[in-house]
Every structure is written in C-alpha cells, then in structure tokens.
C-alpha cells in the first residue's frame, strides 16, 4: 500500500482511539498534535481550511471553522457543500483537493463545534467539483476495517457513493452537529456540572432538553436545556425527578417512600426540596415556561 493510504489508514485509526477515549468531540489542541507516523509527526488540522501534511502530496483534511469566513452547509440532497479556498479555482489547496477527488482519496472532515472543539468525521469522500460555484460536494462513508483499504475497494465506494445510504449517512453528521453544538453550549453555560448534584467530570454529563426536542416546542437552546449526569438525566426523563419553574427539584413520592441503599438515599431522595445550581448568566437561565410544560407531565405522572 502506498504512502498516501498508509498515513490516511493512520489517520482514522488514531482518531477512532480519540473518539472511543473522549467522543466525537475533540479538542484543537489534540488535532493540532496529530500522531506519529514512522518517526514523524502528522497533525490533523492548522489554520487553513484545507490541509496537508508535510509527509503528503495531497489534502488529508477539511475544516469547517466556528463561525469562520466560509459558509459551508448541508445542501437539500443532504450532501456536505464544502467551499473553495478563497475564489481562485487554481489555488494549490483547490487543486490539492481537486487531485484528491481523481484519485478517490478519503478524507477527515473536522467541523467546528465552537472555538477549540471539533466533530471529527471520517471518511468523507469528494464526489463532486463545482468550479463554477466554487465548492466541492462531499458525502460521508462508513468507517471501513484497515484490512479492506485498498485502491480497488476505494474506487467501488466512489462510484457507489451517489446513492440514498451515503446521502444518509451525510445527513446524520449534520443532526450530530446540532447535538454535540447543543450539549457544548448547554455543559459550557453550567461550567460543566450536573445541576441537581454538582458532578463535575465532563465524561459523565449530558445536554437534557427540557422540552425534548421531538416537540415542536423543543428547541435546542440553552434556556431549553440542563446539564445533568447520566443518573439524573435518566431520572429526569423517567418523571422521577422533576423540576419546579422556580427551580425547585422535586422527587417522585413513591420513591420517597422506599428504602434502598445510599445511591437512592443520597442520589436521588436528598435532592427533594432543594434548588437546581442555574448558570451565571441570566440569559442562560432554563426557561420558566418550558420548566412549567415539563413539570406539569411530572405532576400527572405523581
């Protein structure tokens, strides 16, 4: 196997042991360090857009940045429209990626979460130029075993990947984006905490809608969302615990009635009666409005 596929195999095998340790968010600083590869080091991002390392000819990644100066976006066939650097068709990093599309060669695709924090993807395949509109179009693949990379698979991928499983394997990157943005901005307004028990280990918190977001009123915002660890979060979707609108917890009756070990004793029937930790910023407060839809379902569970 050639260079090229050995460091872009390396690639996804290093950011599948990023992911398994920490989730499909990750941080610059990791990206920017890269992997050692035969004695050299091969970064995953840099400040342009498109990247190639040294030990490479060609682009082996794409980044989308938060809130940077190019406006990528999912298109209606739920293909990624990714954007030329800059408006020369023949700039190197253009043409870099240009090669890259003939020669059916997978990519990572970082796309930035907020400043420092990146959903990382791969691989993505180019499956269209665009000169004309300056942009490439880019559809996502499975993951596929290190024993299968090989240039005659790669090829079969590429000229499968048009169909309805790849535009829906594209589309699911962008419903992740959503969450993973939803629970960055969710932990980051509650300085990483569970609400109802001051958990402070990242790991083990998630974004809870309060409102779930499968409602027509469920929108992903802060104020729609608490930062809970996974056994409140559990509770809280159950209807053991509930929430007052004026920040009240509250734990289901038949649950304080029993009686079993110190987890349900101070995990979840301490909790009765107290205050939730809000944010430190008004804005970011949990809506009382969507607190009092919510606490409503609880009662009629109670």
């Not at 979460?113 to 269209?128: D, H």
């Not at 992740?176 to 958990?199: D, G, I, M, P, W």
């Amino acid at each position: 196997m050639e260079i090229d596929l050995q460091v872009r195999l390396a690639s996804f095998n290093w950011l599948a042991e990023q992911i398994n340790l920490l989730g499909d968010v990750l941080p610059r600083k990791l990206l920017e360090q890269g992997f050692e590869f035969q004695g050299q080091r091969i970064p995953l991002v840099a400040p342009q857009g498109i990247f190639k390392p040294q030990i490479l000819d060609l682009p082996l990644s794409i980044t989308t940045a938060p809130k940077g100066p190019y406006d990528d976006y999912f298109g209606k066939d739920n293909f990624l429209i990714y954007r030329y650097r800059g408006i020369d068709p023949n700039h190197r990093d253009n043409v870099g990626l240009r090669k890259v599309f003939e020669l059916k060669r997978p990519l990572v695709y970082l796309h930035g979460i907020e400043p420092g924090k990146y959903l990382a993807t791969y691989p993505v395949y180019i499956i269209e130029d665009n000169p004309g509109k300056l942009a490439f179009k880019i559809a996502v693949d499975d993951a596929i075993p290190a024993i299968e990379y090989a240039d005659s698979i790669i090829t079969r991928q590429v000229e499968e990947i048009s169909d309805a499983r790849h535009a829906y394997l594209t589309s699911t990157v962008k419903v992740r984006l959503y969450q993973r943005s939803f629970r960055e901005k969710v932990l980051n307004a509650y300085k990483s905490q569970c609400t109802l028990c001051h958990l402070k280990h990242r790991e083990l918190l998630d974004a809870a809608h309060i409102i779930p977001d499968n409602m027509p009123e469920g929108k992903s915002t802060i104020e729609n969302g608490l930062s809970l660890c996974k056994l409140h979060h559990a509770a809280y979707d159950a209807f053991i615990i509930g929430i007052t609108p004026d920040y009240v917890i509250k734990v289901r009756a038949d649950i304080l009635d029993e009686e079993d070990g110190p987890v349900l004793q101070h995990g979840l029937k301490g909790l009765h009666n107290k205050k939730i930790i809000l944010p430190s910023l008004p804005k970011n407060f949990p809506s009382r409005d969507a607190l009092d839809w919510r606490y409503r379902k609880f009662s009629r569970v109670v």
